[in-house]
Structures are given as C-alpha cells and as structure tokens.
C-alpha cells in the first residue's frame, strides 16, 4: 500500500514530524559530542540521553502544530480551486477550467508526442426553453443536473466534462479516434434521452452532439468552431442526433 503524502494527508504530516525531531536529535548529538572526550561514560550516557529526549520533548508538538496546520492550509487551498473551477449548479468543470484544460492537452500536455488525437463534443439540450416556460426555472436547474449527470455517466475517467454556459457542455475525449467518439457522443445522447425527468407528466429531456475530431495540436478555439459547426449540423437535422466531424474533413476545415 502507497503511503500518501500529499500535502492534504496525514501521512505527510506524520513523515515531516517524524523528520524534523530527528534532525533535531542529530543536530543536537553533534553539537554535544565535542564535549564527550571529557566526559565520563556515566556524564556521556546522560548527555546523549539529554540530546535525545528534549528534543522530542519540545520538538514533536511543535513541529506536529506547524505541520498541522500547514495540511489545514493545503485543503483549504484544494477546496478554493476545485469551488473556483466547478459549475456550482451541476458539479463539472465550468467553461474556463475546461477551456484551460483543453488547450493544455492541445498545447504543452502532448507537445513531445508524434501523434497527438481526441475528439471535442459540444452538447446542447434541445428546445430548453420551454423546460423553463412548462415547468419553471427551479425544475430547468433540474433537468440541467439530470443531463450533467447523465453525460458524467456516459464517459471514461480520463475523459474531461464541462458546462459551457446556460444548456451547453463540452466533452473531451484524449485519445479517441472518429469511431470511438462517435460511440461515445450517442452513448450521452441516449442517457440523457432515457434519463427519468418528469417533474409535471412526462416530459423526455433531449440533447443534439456536434463532435470534432482531431489528429494534430489545434487551438481549442479552432476545435470548438469545428465542433460547434456540428452542433448546428444536428440541431438542423431534427435535433436529438449526433453530428460527427472525421478527422481528414477536421483537419481541412481547421485549415481553411
């Protein structure tokens, strides 16, 4: 079992304590033992004895104070980030963490790979509007976490979701090929097509998939139009459908 040592563990607090009073103790023995040559045994044995245990004595609560308060710190920290990059209504990345992320993959991430590829979905509830105008704001809220979860549910862990801006999220897919998106793009479309949401009578929560995929390092701006002209492509054909953009018809379009 892999010790933890975040700075958020108990581990690395332990570990620095634990650390620090034997440095403490060292520092100590070393700076004493100029004097052993004059000592007897009986005086040495109780001046290594002093070295050791003040130390841990004054040490250990000390350093385990510091350290505690260092972790508190650290989740403290961690929760900030994870508050200042999460859409507070449906618990994915909002559109700036996502963004940031994204162009990360397409631009440092991968930057020593030959082949760099993955795939953009840009997902959108359809007719939306009268979810808000049938059942009211609050129940829109709702059907806006059904679809997150639902979309959350349909993915890979390496996988990255995020709410773009009112009923618009994003998915990215590292590494996916134009099948394995297009498998994953109507796997989302089904969930949320199957997702229970009837808060007045049955009411079938719908979304349209607009997917980009690519094999060269892009932009995410560039990726995001590509995979928004899709988005259009479906909401045009009768909603409710996937729009897939292959990676040769991307890499024209991106060009042009």
């Known amino acids: ?19 620090g009073t034997v ?3 060292l520092v100590a023995v070393y ?18 004895l002093t070295d050791v245990l003040l130390p841990v004595v004054l ?17 403290a920290h961690k929760k900030l980030t994870v508050f200042a990059s999460t859409d507070s209504l449906t618990q994915v ?13 397409l631009t440092e991430v991968r930057a020593k790979e030959r082949r760099i590829e993955g795939a953009l979905l840009i997902i959108d ?17 709702e059907a806006l976490v059904t679809i997150a979860s639902s979309i959350k549910s349909a993915v890979r862990s390496p996988d ?11 998915v990215f897919l590292p590494g996916a090929d134009t099948d394995q998106a297009a498998i994953v793009a109507e796997r989302i479309r089904k969930a949320v097509n199957d997702a229970e949401f009837a808060p007045a009578g049955a009411h079938a929560l ?26 259009y492509v479906a909401k045009r054909e009768g909603r409710n459908r996937v729009a897939v953009l292959p990676i040769g018809d991307a890499d024209a379009l991106a060009a042009a």
């Open 1 to 19: 079992m892999k010790l933890d040592l975040s700075p958020e563990s108990w581990g690395r607090v332990i570990l620095s304590t634990v650390a």
């Open 23 to 25: 440095g403490c103790v």
């Open 31 to 48: 700076v004493d033992s100029f004097n052993f040559m004059e000592m007897n045994q009986a005086e040495r044995l109780r001046a290594i």
């Open 59 to 75: 040490a250990v609560p000390l350093l385990l104070f510091f350290t505690s308060k260092l972790r508190e710190l650290a989740i």
């Open 93 to 105: 990345m909002n559109r700036a963490a996502f963004s940031t992320l994204v162009d990360a993959y």
């Open 125 to 141: 509830a359809d007719n939306f509007k009268s979810v808000n105008d049938r059942f009211g704001h609050d129940r829109g809220d």
């Open 160 to 170: 990255l979701v995020g709410r773009l801006g009112g009923e618009e999220f994003g």
């Open 206 to 231: 719908s979304v349209s998939v607009g997917c980009a995929v690519f094999d060269r390092k892009l932009p995410f701006s560039d990726l995001f139009r590509l995979a928004d002209q899709q988005l």
